[in-house]
Each structure stands twice: as C-alpha cells, then as structure tokens.
C-alpha cells in the first residue's frame, strides 16, 4: 500500500481502487463536492499514466492537475473555489501519446425508475433498451450506456478494447434493489468488443457475455460487439399499415388468408465459394432468395433461428446471444434490410423463436452471476435431458421482461410478421422425456408447467396487442387442448399450432408400397376428424429430412416415376387439405439427398426434368391456391370442407371438395396414392356449372404420364357421393386433380 499526502483522500481506498478491490467507485472516482468546503475533488484511476489534467468541456481549459497517489495510476486533486460539478476531459499524459478521457465517473445513472420498476416486477416489455450497450446522448455527450442484470454478483467491471480488457479501469455502478449494474462511457466506437467480468460472492472472477448484446464476435470468440450507431431507414410502412388493417377487418391474425410458408436455413440455402463453403450475405439473399420465393408463389419466408448460435451443427437452436443476430450473414443493418425488401415486394417473414432453453456455454447465461439465475437451481426443473441444456425460469420476473423483451424486440426492431416457437411441448410439462425420478410435479401435484403456461398466455397476450396483424405459431407435437384458443377462454393464445399428427400419419403412409396403402387408408384421412379443434399449419419442415429420416422423396417406394409421381400427388393432397402450408426449403424441387447444413441445397438437380416438374408443380400449387379462396378462406370452419369419398381404401383413392364463404366458389379435389389409371370414374359435384380441370399432377408439364381430363366436364343430373350432380372423368396414376368451376373467377371476392 501506498500513503497519500491528500488528506481528502484515504489511502486504503486508493489502494484498493488500484487493485480492483473497491466495489463503490463512484463514491470515489469522477467529481464530487469536497465536504464542508467550496471546492471540488476529482479522482481517476488510469493505469501506465504519467501525468494528468482536468479540462473544462465547455471553456477547453485546464483547471487542475492530478496528484499521482498510487504508483497503480490512481490520481486525485481538489479543484478550490468551484462548488458546481461541470462537465471535463481528462487529458492524460501516457508514455508514448497522450490523450483526451471524458471520464465516465463523473456521471450519474441513467436508468429509469419505470422501466426498472417493470422489469423487476416482469411486465417490462423494451429491458434491450436499457439493458446491454446502447448509443445515447447525455448531458450533450454521446456514449455507450452499459447494463447488465446481476443481483448476486459481488462487483461489476465492462472489459473490452476500450480500456485493452482490464477489469479495474470500468467499474459499474450498483442498484442493490433491482439487482443492476450500469455506466455510460463516452469515447466508444463502434464494432469494439467487449465482456462483463463478474466477480462472484467467493471473490472468483468470471467473464460474461452481454445477455442483450445486439452483436457478437464470429465464432470461435463469444465476445459482445458495440453495434453501428447507424439505424435502417424502414420503408415497409405500407406493409405494416395494411397489416393491422387485415387484422382489424378479418379479425384474428392471417385466418382466412393464404399462406404458404417456405422455411428456410439462410446457412445453406445457397453458398458461394469455390467449394461453396462461404455464407451468401444478406444482400445476396435479397437478390436472390426474395425472387424465388415470390416466383415459387409463397407466402411467407419462416427464417430458422437467427440469434446467435456458436454450434453450427445446433442450427441455431441452441442460441447463446439471444438479441443478436448472428454475424454469419452480415450486420443487423442487413438483416433490416432483407426483411424491408421483402415486405415491399409483398412477401412476410416470421422467424423460429427459442424460448424453450439455451445452452451451458460459459460464457453464456448459464450461472451468469455465479447463481442459477436464468435457470432453475434443481436439474429436475432446470436442465433438458434431450438437449443437455438448461430451463429459463419461467417463474421468475426478471426472466419473464428478459423473454418478452427478447419476442419484443423482433417484432419491433426488426418488423418479423410473427414468432414460430419451437418445442412448446418442453415448455409445457414438467416430465418432458424424463423418467419418473426426474422430475417434479407441480403445487397441485400435476406435470403441468404452471409457470410456463403463464409465460406463454402473456407473451401471445401481449404481442398480440402490440403488433395487430402477426402471426404466433406453436410448434407442439401433443394433445394439449386450446393451443390456439384466446387466453379468454382459457387458451394459450397461439395464433397457429403445427399440425404433426397429420404429418407423422400422412408421411408413414408415404413410406408403404402401393399395394398395401389400402390397409393404411386411414392415415390420409384422420387429419379431418381433429382438423378444426385447432387453428392447424400443415408442417413439412426440416425435422423430416434430417439425423437418418432421408428426404421426402427418399422415403417413397418403387423406381424413379413412382417416387416423382407420388411425391407430387402428396404436395396437391397437402394443398388441398385444410390447414396452411409449410415446406423446408429443397423440397420443393425434391431434393434426393438429407439436407445437411454444412452445405448449399443440391441446386444442380434442377438441370433435370423430374426435379424441374417438382419444382414447377409446386410453385403452380401455390399460385393456384393463392388465387382460390375455396382453399384458405374456411380453413378452420367445418364449413370449408366436406368428403365426398373417404372410404374407398380398395383404390386408394379420396375424393373431396373445399369451399369459400361464397358456396359457388369451390373446388373438387381427387387424390390416387396407386399406380392405375381410373376410366370412366364417377365423382360428386355441388353444383350445376361447367367445371374444368384446372390443375393435374400427372400433366406432362410436370414430368407425368400426361393422364389428363379434356375441358369442359358437364355434369349430370345424377345424385352422387351425396352430391346432386356427378360426372365422370379419368383419374391418372398417383396423382392429385383439382376441378373447379368456369363461371365464377376464382379470384373473386378475395378478403383484403
């Protein structure tokens, strides 16, 4: 220890602010009025400094020269005759430059009591706002706000380029009652790197990154990033008015409007590089995804997870920088700016949200202050025995604002047209894929996730509100009843809910040879007997072809036609069921192989012609169907659909129609999971109207066998399948037919 000659300034605490040990710095360093006398005392700690002036901000003149105290960089002097505190630099004085400090000291907190209020009571809704590093101006200088939640920490220190990642040098102030910590720190530029270095109750040290850091340092750093200061310049307001008017005029979110979702992994959509191993950026995926997509006729962009991820293998599931998008495909900025382009070419985007848990990196959340603060303490609440991840605590109220800001801050900062959350079923129970002593029932004695169930009615309540027009979507794969129920009627207020009932039922029928799906016929057509509990998206996602499932096409029996053929035949089948649509990208074209996220979509298939019919049958499956409202408009009413034949398990062949609020509008569907051709085939029509065939899977447009019906097809008066009116036509080789009728434009009377 040093002695000081300074009589206003005791020795011990010099010493320990020059060991990093003092955890109330800001009662000693910066400028504060010297007891019981008209003077001022300024304090600095600055490390390797020879010599040091205070200089007056507003007049640029030297008002004092610092004491060296401590031979660590600790220097202090009075400033007599002054009794107002002002604003100053530090001008120091170091071996080799010397240069100009507005010390951070010197300023008190700028956090506001509401907003700390809110989050500690976990209704805050925007904590990213004052939370983590955000460019501010105050009391007319510009700096970085720094703020991390950590109530059991024994002291705070920001390391980063700024002060070359030493934890003495940026101490954060301390709020005992709301467990925050923050400074505001001039002189920051952007793109720094920088870490909270926490030292635990034990007096260990550990480092942290920012839980709200809207950037962060590619892999293999896990460093916090200090973004541009820079904002997009939105210009999808259009977009986003004639949102909340769609939902303010149809009611509740995209119900009885199209959608046909393509989701999509920006990691390996498509690559560049000579062995394509490098990452299209964001304005490349302007140029060339947006394009497709609309091209192909969807709807809807669903972006897998996007928040940082550092496990390329996780997909992102597994995000350790929840508020940051990940740095493989450029800034924030860019990613702003994909997401305007495609609102303004008419396109909406949701995104894959992970609410559910995140992973044990150590820089990451997990035991961030040295205590289980974002996750439960007992593993048989907190950890995932699938994922080897841990549990938020759902319970606790700082962890609900981190959540909610976190769904927030998407919508908001980045204009996503909703949330799909993935494995809502592991927030739900408590015995998720646990055996029985794994687990801990809830206070009424059930395997009820109480708090979670709370969690996910507040977020769906309050994004709702916040954002008219989006879309909340559920991925839950069990029986849970009211999923998209409102949380009035005591439901979880999802919007949609995945539909993976029909998908497990209709992709085991895929896998069955021809002659033997007329023993499964049923796994077509148990879908309807559930489809309008629920507010269901049919969901071919990339969870189908992936760890050993194979592609879709893949799954198929029998030779090349067969495959093509029924594979088409399934795509019109799904479009034609009630339901929205979802389909992971390569698919749409058939992709042969698993997809494999270290690698572009195999782009190359298209150059031959079973893969281009795919691909041109799909994106004509979507066109159509935007354009029929009979096939989304009563999607979740039983009034939308009604069987014509479900029981002839002999052929394997379903016949059906769907409706628009307008009955006239209407569509007759006829699906043949066999190789052989129908003749002179009798279906049911409703009404007594020319009808046409107005899309054909085995068309030879799309690689088939060209089995087609001549236009027009004249009913008769011939009761039929409960039908008034029937006609007979030829029903081609595994393949899905749609017939509608010519007098009424299937474009008539689409909501708006």
């Known amino acids: 220890m040093m002695t000081t000659n300074a009589p206003y300034i005791n020795a011990a605490i010099a010493d320990a602010i020059s060991h990093g040990q003092y955890i109330d710095v800001f009662s000693v360093l910066g400028m504060h009025q010297q007891s019981d006398t008209n003077a001022l005392v300024v304090s600095c700690f600055l490390p390797q400094a020879i010599n040091v002036d205070v200089i007056d901000l507003k ?217 394509g191993q490098d990452y299209y950026d964001y304005q490349q995926l302007i140029d060339e995804l947006i394009p497709y997509a609309l091209e192909m006729g969807f709807t809807h962009l669903q972006l897998m997870p996007i928040s940082e991820y550092p496990f390329d293998g996780s997909w992102g599931y597994q995000p350790v920088g929840l508020y940051a998008p990940t740095y493989r495909f450029g800034q924030p900025n860019g990613l702003k700016a994909f997401i305007d382009e495609c609102h303004q070419q008419g396109l909406a985007v949701l995104l894959d949200w992970v609410p559910a848990h995140f992973p044990k990196d150590p820089h990451g959340l997990a035991h961030f202050d040295g205590t289980c603060l974002y996750e439960h303490a007992d593993p048989r609440l907190g950890e995932h ?65 109480l708090a979670a169930i709370a969690f996910l009615k507040r977020l769906n309540r309050a994004m709702y509100a916040a954002f008219p027009g989006i879309d909340m979507i559920a991925e839950e794969s ?25 998908m497990n039922d209709t992709l085991s029928y895929l896998r ?141 062949v379903l016949v059906f129609a769907r409706f628009a609020p307008n009955d006239l509008q209407h569509v007759v569907i006829v699906v043949n999971m066999t190789p052989e051709v129908h003749h002179g085939f009798r279906i049911g029509l409703p009404q007594d109207v020319i009808y046409e065939e107005s899309l054909n899977s085995d068309n030879a447009c799309y690689h088939g066998t060209n089995v087609i019906n001549d236009n027009p097809i004249t009913p008769q008066a011939q009761p039929w399948q409960g039908q008034p009116y029937s006609a007979l036509i030829t029903v081609p080789p595994l393949a899905c037919i749609f017939l509608t009728p010519t007098v009424i434009d299937a474009t008539d009377e689409l909501p708006n």
């Open 478 to 502: 069990t029986a849970w009843g009211g999923v998209t129920q409102s949380t009035e009627h005591h439901g979880l207020g999802f919007g949609y809910k995945w539909n993976m009932g029909w």
């Open 385 to 449: 025995p699938d994922w080897d991840t841990l549990i938020f605590n759902y319970g606790r109220a700082e962890v609900q604002s981190f959540l909610l800001s976190n769904a927030y801050y998407w919508l908001s900062e980045f204009h996503f047209d909703g949330l799909r959350l993935d494995a809502v079923s592991s927030m739900l129970y408590l015995d998720y894929s646990r055996t029985d002593d794994q687990w801990l029932p809830n206070e009424l004695g059930g395997r009820e996730n």
């Open 512 to 652: 069955r040879d021809p002659l033997y799906r007329r023993y499964h016929h049923n796994e077509l057509t148990f879908g309807l007997v559930y489809a309008f509990t629920e507010q269901f998206i049919l969901s071919l996602s990339h969870d189908e072809v992936v760890h050993g499932k194979g592609a879709l096409i893949a799954k198929i029996p029998g030779d090349d036609w067969q495959k093509f053929a029924t594979l088409r035949a399934y795509f019109g089948f799904m479009w034609a069921h009630p339901g929205k649509k979802l389909l992971f990208m390569g698919s749409e074209f058939a992709q042969r192989n698993e997809w494999n996220h270290n690698q572009s979509l195999d782009w190359h298939l298209l150059e031959y012609l079973p893969h281009q019919g795919m691909q041109d049958w799909v994106r004509d499956l979507n066109h159509f169907y935007q354009a029929t409202p009979a096939l989304f408009a009563l999607d979740h009413q039983h009034s939308g659909f009604s069987w014509l034949d479900c029981h002839n398990d002999a052929n394997s």
């Open 59 to 275: 007049t640029n003149r030297k008002v004092a020269s610092l004491e060296n105290l401590h031979s660590n960089g600790f220097f202090s002097a009075i400033i007599p005759r002054r009794k107002k505190p002002f604003i100053y630099v530090l001008r120091v004085t170091y071996p080799l430059s010397v240069e100009d400090i507005i010390d951070p000291y010197q300023f008190g907190s700028l956090l506001n009591d509401e907003d700390v209020y809110l989050f500690n009571e976990g209704n805050q809704l925007s904590a990213y706002r004052f939370q983590g590093a955000n460019w501010t101006h105050h009391q007319g200088i510009e700096g970085v706000h720094f703020c991390v939640w950590a109530p059991n920490a024994k002291q705070v220190s920001l390391v980063g380029d700024m002060n070359h990642w030493d934890a003495r040098r940026h101490k954060l102030r301390r709020h005992p009652a709301s467990g925050l910590w923050d400074i505001f720190i001039p002189d920051i530029a952007p793109l720094m790197h920088y870490k909270f270095s926490i030292e635990l109750a034990n007096g260990h040290r550990i480092e942290k990154s920012d839980p709200y850091a809207s950037m962060m340092q590619a892999a293999p750093g896990n460093a916090s990033v200090i973004a541009e200061k820079e904002t997009h310049q939105w210009q999808d307001e259009c977009w986003l008015t004639q949102r909340a008017i769609k939902h303010n005029k149809l009611g509740s979110q995209s119900h009885q409007q199209p959608m046909s979702i393509y989701e999509v992994q920006l990691a390996s959509w498509r690559r560049k590089g000579e062995l």
